[in-house]
């Protein structure tokens, strides 16, 4: 009776269902990107360049600078959470802009600063205006679930790209303007983010929770206890702790040692990011294609901390710094693409958004750590001891990511099933886990979602969406307008 059903609602999946994302949901993902874009690019174009201005600040020491760079981290990882949990009392929108505000104000705050001590306070703002989470949220209200995950790619992506604008725009804004300049450009930026928010991005019709996209309180117990899952979180928070470290003393570097003046320290940034870029995605690839994303990432790992070690070693000169740097941004932007693939490849379907959550707050918390750290050692050991410290924690997550289990090579994916009992969701799962290319299926009655774990390749993706609400509402009006049609034919005759 099963395959009987199965295989007509296949019919409908091919008459109307569109594996496309809507012209809406393009513009819901677009218009959030754009967004974090314009935030991160805000928050990120001072990395190159602060740590020089900050010498002529009140009351600067290394440790203040590097407390200035990371500190946003640290709040950021404090309020990301509870900003999403509350876009679920308040609304999305009333929180995203709350938060740009907050971000805004911070950068204000650092603009007019005339001591570190304020630039911190100032920083610790920015990051305050935590509104990740209710961006995800929201475009998880935008998108159909079977899309999401395209959403949220595109969303990574603004990130990325944000990120290397930031590194190589920052030395020819302060150029221009100077870093207080910057924060002042950040301020606009994320004003400007409020205009996308209420005059680009739509209103979702209605509301809700998204388990894949936010995080479940009760279940942290069992993200914090899945030893795979602390490994990748660990390896995020030493990426981003290793990167802002390594930030607070760059630029000395390039401008003591190498004598390269500021103004002209994106002569190296541009041509390093861009080659990094470019020699990054083969290795995408073969990870996913070839399934070599373990030894992928521990070959990365030990790229990453040979460019620490040959910063430690010789940082006298441009083209020294350049071989070392495009080393390290190679190997973190393979990192960086490859970390939140298996964090939804290793986590149970149905736990994704506390995953991700926990995974973002590490990140985070590495960035005020790295900061920290780099600011002590530089003050007390120099460049060296920072690149030497980087070098070896990157060693002992070489060995976290030697020890981990290989992954399993499948990927997330959800069918809105309706508002269903307990007995129709075991009979979901008894159905769906049949449908080819289906691994593991877990049905939450109250969601009305069904959470996947399956092999991309082989998923018959007609099949499984046969199960969703849309194509069996389409199903329910063609038969009823067939009926109509025939009803008529006979008060006709």
Same mark, same amino acid.
């Given at each position: ?8 609602? @296949? ?29 991160? %690019? ?46 679920? /009392? ?6 995203? !802009? ?6 805004? $104000?911070?950068?204000?705050? !650092?603009?007019?600063?005339?001591? =570190? ?12 205006? #935590? ?68 005059? =680009? ?5 209605? %509301?809700?929770?998204? /388990? ?21 979180? !660990? ?39 861009? =080659? ?14 070839? /399934? ?7 070959? !990365? ?13 010789? &940082?006298?000169?441009?083209? %020294? ?9 190679? #190997?973190?932007?393979? $990192? ?6 298996? @964090? ?5 379907? &149905? ?40 070098? $070896? ?31 129709? #969701? ?30 991309? &390749? ?15 509402? %389409? ?19």
């Amino acid at each position: 009776m099963f395959g009987k059903k199965n295989k007509g609602n @296949v019919e409908v999946i091919e008459a109307g269902y569109d594996d496309a994302m809507t012209g809406g949901e393009r513009k819901a993902a677009t218009s959030l990107a754009s967004i974090y874009a314009l935030r991160m %690019s805000g928050l990120f174009m001072i990395l190159p360049v602060f740590a020089l201005y900050a010498e002529t600040l009140e009351g600067v020491t290394p440790l203040m600078i590097g407390l200035a760079i990371g500190i946003y981290g640290l709040t950021q990882a404090i309020f990301q959470i509870p900003f999403g949990m509350l876009s679920d /009392r308040i609304g999305r929108k009333p929180v995203i !802009a709350m938060g740009l505000v907050i971000f805004a $104000l911070g950068s204000v705050i !650092a603009a007019m600063a005339d001591s =570190i001590f304020w630039v911190v306070i100032g920083r610790a703002l920015q990051g305050s205006g #935590a509104i990740a989470a209710a961006i995800m949220a929201l475009t998880a209200d935008l998108t159909r679930e079977e899309h999401r995950v395209k959403a949220m790619a595109m969303i990574g992506a603004s990130i990325g790209l944000s990120f290397a604008f930031a590194l190589i725009a920052g030395p020819i804004v302060n150029s221009w303007i100077g870093v207080d300049g910057i924060f002042w450009l950040t301020a606009v930026l994320a004003i400007a983010g409020i205009f996308v928010l209420y005059k =680009i991005v739509p209103t979702p019709i209605h %509301s809700r929770f998204h /388990r894949d996209a936010e995080p479940v309180p009760e279940q942290f117990k069992t993200v914090l206890s899945d030893s795979e899952l602390l490994r990748l979180d !660990a390896g995020i928070f030493i990426l981003h702790m290793v990167l802002t470290a390594t930030f607070v003393v760059v630029p000395f570097a390039l401008r003591d040692f190498a004598e390269l003046p500021v103004d002209e320290h994106w002569q190296i940034y541009l041509p390093v990011l861009l =080659i990094a870029m470019a020699v990054m995605v083969p290795f995408i690839i073969i990870a996913e294609k070839r /399934r070599r994303i373990k030894q992928i990432m521990s070959g !990365a790992i030990v790229v990453l901390a040979i460019s620490e070690f040959l910063l430690m070693i010789d &940082h006298s000169s441009t083209s %020294s710094i350049f071989f070392a740097l495009l080393l390290f941004f190679i #190997a973190f932007n393979v $990192l960086e693409a490859s970390l939140p693939s298996l @964090v939804a490849k290793t986590s149970p379907p &149905h736990i994704k958004g506390t995953a991700m959550g926990v995974y973002s707050s590490s990140q985070f918390l590495g960035a005020f750590v790295g900061g920290v750290s780099g600011g002590i050692l530089y003050g007390s050991y120099g460049l060296e001891g920072v690149f030497g410290l980087c070098g $070896l924690v990157l060693l002992f997550w070489a060995y976290l990511a030697a020890t981990m289990r290989n992954p399993k090579y499948l990927g997330s994916f959800m069918v809105n099933v309706g508002i269903v009992d307990e007995v129709q #969701a075991k009979q979901l799962v008894n159905d769906m886990t049949r449908v080819t290319g289906v691994a593991e299926v877990i049905v939450i009655p109250e969601d009305g979602i069904a959470y996947l774990k399956v092999d991309t &390749h082989a998923l018959d993706k007609k099949a499984l969406l046969a199960f969703s609400k849309e194509n069996t509402m %389409s199903a329910d009006k063609k038969a009823g307008a067939s009926t109509d049609a025939s009803v008529a034919g006979k008060m006709s005759d």
